[in-house]
């Protein structure tokens, strides 16, 4: 559970109320500002109510545990947990939020039979008190770095408990913390239960007087990716036993890299290899087409892979459990340009793929740097050359690539653990 040195009154804080009258202002401008990023693809526009505030749904009967994820990478974190849940406490209503618009897709196909989705509410003062008076949560689960001031005091207001899980705090977020100390401790300690997911969060936790005990990463737990049976048959029947190299989750920037080095490995190690690039966003197909200066095959136009395929371009979502079951190695996106940080490499490590990763993947440090660590299911590509080197010799050799997707398998295997202790600290804050 969570303890603080000293219990800090969120309403004797004077930052946390110029946020309350901030918040109410800006509120004001808040339905058009939602309409102009509907316009631009950034909002549902059928859906804009929810961010207002207004459910489209009725509240069941009965408790209620409220899992708020921002975007696709912590909602895929958080499908674990909310599965858990809703098999050990099926007497419970589940509502998952997030606030993104390919997040909302993802959790519209993973959710648990019966567990409801809903935009979150953008945190002013009316719209936070319009969506909690509506669905009165008795537990509320934020995860990594949601911290909401209008919808988590009003929530503890109305009894609630709240738990932030898999909390990520980097330094730069601790930094611009330590601007307003006593409003931060105030806020956190409205919390119940914190679990940092590494070592260096709960650290900066403790500057603003939280100590967690325990830790909890999300991104460590879970089941491998879902696929369709008969996409994958469809897929293998095409490709046949050609090998193959996944580029998952690129970023602008990336593709023009990753097509040269495959080039070379291609070259000289194996002419009938095929690239599969999945870029993270499908939206920017225009671009990766540019970066692939060259015949290529692309999935949304229903594009088939022949004989003479060396590029197939996956613009699809929830779709990276199939190619990974494709490939002989993947190539893990947001790690080699900076300010991205990179993506999950136990997502390819569940299914025994081994991963290549760039220099900057620093968002799963810890785990990369465990898996760099003897053969554990991936390897570092500092430059293009190494990145070539690492892909050709996936790909001459099979039984190296084997050896090291069992590395990672293990790994994966090994961290699930931790969710069976978090679940321990969870349920005395249960309804």
Same mark, same amino acid.
């Given at each position: 559970m969570i303890r603080v040195l000293a219990k800090p009154d969120p309403d004797r804080s004077l930052v946390l109320t110029l946020y309350r009258w901030g918040t109410a202002l800006i509120g004001l401008f808040v339905p058009a500002l939602l309409r102009a990023r509907a316009r631009r693809g950034k909002e549902d526009p059928a $859906? =804009?109510?929810?961010?207002?505030? &207004?459910?489209?749904?009725?509240?069941p009967p009965g408790g209620l545990v409220w899992v708020h994820s921002v975007s696709v990478g912590e909602s895929q974190s958080v499908l674990p947990l909310i599965e858990r849940l809703a098999r050990q406490r099926p007497d419970l209503t589940i509502l998952s939020t997030s606030a993104t618009v390919t997040a909302a897709a993802l959790l519209a196909r993973r959710l648990p039979p019966g567990v409801m989705h809903q935009y979150v509410p953008v945190d002013t003062p009316a719209i936070s008190r319009r969506f909690l008076d509506h669905w009165r949560p008795d537990l509320v689960i934020l995860v990594e770095g949601e911290i909401w001031p209008n919808l988590m005091l009003g929530?503890?207001?109305?009894?609630? $408990? =709240?738990?932030?899980?898999?909390? &990520?705090?980097t330094e730069k977020t601790a930094a611009g913390w330590a601007r307003a100390p006593g409003a931060v401790a105030a806020l956190l300690s409205s919390l119940d239960l914190v679990l940092p997911q590494d070592a260096a969060s709960g650290e900066r936790l403790a500057r603003f007087a939280v100590h967690a005990a325990g830790a909890l990463n999300l991104k460590l737990v879970g089941e491998a990716l879902p696929f369709d049976v008969a996409e994958l048959e469809a897929l293998r029947r095409q490709i046949g036993d050609r090998p193959v190299v996944l580029a998952a989750s690129t970023h602008a920037g990336e593709e023009s890299m990753i097509i040269r080095a495959f080039r070379t490995a291609r070259a000289l190690q194996a002419p009938d290899?095929?690239?599969i690039l999945a870029p993270r966003h499908p939206e920017r197909l225009s671009q990766v087409l540019e970066a692939a200066d060259g015949p290529c095959a692309v999935r949304s136009r229903g594009e088939p892979i022949?004989?003479?395929?060396?590029?197939?371009?996956?613009?699809s979502l929830g779709e990276l459990g199939l190619f990974y079951r494709m490939a002989q190695v993947a190539v893990l996106g947001g790690s080699l340009v900076e300010d991205i940080g990179g993506h999950n490499p136990l997502e390819a490590a569940r299914l025994?793929?081994?991963v290549i990763a760039g220099p900057f993947a620093f968002n799963f440090a810890e785990i990369y740097q465990a898996m760099f660590e003897d053969g554990q299911g991936a390897l570092l590509a500092a430059e293009e050359r190494a990145l070539a080197g690492h892909m050709g010799r996936c790909l001459a050799d099979a039984s190296y690539s084997r050896r090291l997707g069992q590395g990672g398998l293990a790994f994966a295997s090994g961290a699930a653990a931790s969710l069976d202790q978090?679940?321990?600290?969870?349920?005395?804050?249960?309804?």
């Open positions: $859906r =804009l109510d929810e961010r207002l505030g &207004r459910a489209s749904r009725p509240r929530a503890r207001t109305r009894g609630a $408990r =709240l738990a932030l899980l898999s909390a &990520r705090i290899a095929l690239l022949t004989d003479q395929t060396d590029l197939y371009i996956a613009d025994g793929t081994p978090a679940m321990t600290r969870l349920e005395p804050l249960l309804p």
